[in-house]
């Protein structure tokens, strides 16, 4: 099955790319890997959620958007090698929350990442990964997702 036709089946619409905030790119191709930068929870031009984790913003409410994130992570892979099928194994998700004193949920909450890299990579979608804690991310963002995957040629 192709990624377009589980993206389909999954109801997930891969959006434009978000632009980049400062001065970097979405995502470098470069011999048979991709390299995302860090992607912030946008939907539609906003922020689904702002302030910390485990303070202004519940867990549950971080999951969904360090999937987001992935979701935006795949709009960068996608700008830089165009066709998403060419993508065989997503190697690396790095995570970042950040997160109220005293909070160390982090790995549950980039779980939202990589169940939807599962769900639209299948296997190829079992990464190797890191959930770190953070005092603050760019925009006031709660998560930042940035991810390694490699393409066929």
Do not use: W
Not at 19 to 25: C, E, K, N
Not at 63 to 79: D, F, H, K, L, M
Not at 84 to 98: I, N
Request: net charge negative.
């Amino acid at each position: 099955m192709s990624v377009h036709s589980r993206l389909a089946e999954l109801g997930i619409v891969i959006p434009e790319v978000v632009p980049p905030v400062a001065a970097y790119v979405p995502a470098i191709a470069t011999g048979r890997y991709v390299y995302t930068s860090g992607q912030l929870p946008m939907r539609d031009g906003e922020m689904i959620a702002v302030g910390l984790v485990g303070g202004d913003v519940d867990p549950d409410t971080a999951q969904e958007c360090a999937r987001q994130c992935a979701i935006n992570a795949i709009a960068a892979v996608q700008s830089a090698v165009g066709n998403l099928d060419r993508v065989t194994r997503v190697v690396k998700v790095v995570g970042f929350v950040a997160s109220a004193p005293g909070f160390t949920g982090q790995p549950a909450v980039i779980n939202g990442a990589s169940e939807v890299l599962l769900e639209i990579f299948g296997d190829g979608g079992r990464h190797a990964r890191s959930a770190v804690g953070v005092a603050a991310l760019p925009l006031n963002a709660p998560v930042e997702v940035e991810m390694i995957v490699e393409v066929a040629d």
